[in-house]
């Protein structure tokens, strides 16, 4: 059974940081990606990172204060948050494509985790 399960979401203050893990089981995947989306608002793409050459995307918003990775041996992604700003609140969702695509367009990716919340305070 092909399956992502989140980990390492919570609460912390503006200026903290957190490390959300995306553990991927039933296949290996090209590309995977973070994706979040705060209520009210669309989805958002957040990071994206290839298994072959390591690439990594990023919005705009994270650049400087978020960084992806992955463990190929573990097929896992990580999402380390630094900075963290209360803009940053939303459920975080890691997703995965089998073939390595554009990485920002959310409707390309076929497998997608259950989320984990993140809320910032101020």
């Known amino acids: 059974q092909v399956q992502l399960v989140e980990s390492g979401g919570g609460l912390v203050q503006a200026g903290g940081s957190l490390r959300l893990s995306c553990a991927a089981s039933g296949r290996t995947f090209s590309t995977m990606a973070w994706f979040r989306q705060a209520p009210g608002n669309e989805r958002e793409f957040v990071a994206a990172?290839?298994?072959?050459?390591?690439?990594?995307y990023y919005t705009d918003s994270v650049k400087g204060r978020f960084t992806i990775s992955r463990d190929n041996a573990k097929n896992t992604v990580y999402l380390q948050m630094n900075s963290l700003k209360p803009e940053d609140t939303a459920v975080y969702y890691c997703?995965?494509?089998?073939?390595?695509?554009?990485?920002?367009?959310?409707?390309?990716?076929?497998?997608w985790g259950q989320g984990t919340q993140v809320t910032v305070s101020s």
């Open positions: 990172i290839t298994r072959i050459g390591l690439n990594t």
């Open positions: 997703a995965a494509a089998a073939r390595t695509i554009p990485p920002r367009r959310g409707d390309d990716y076929a497998q």
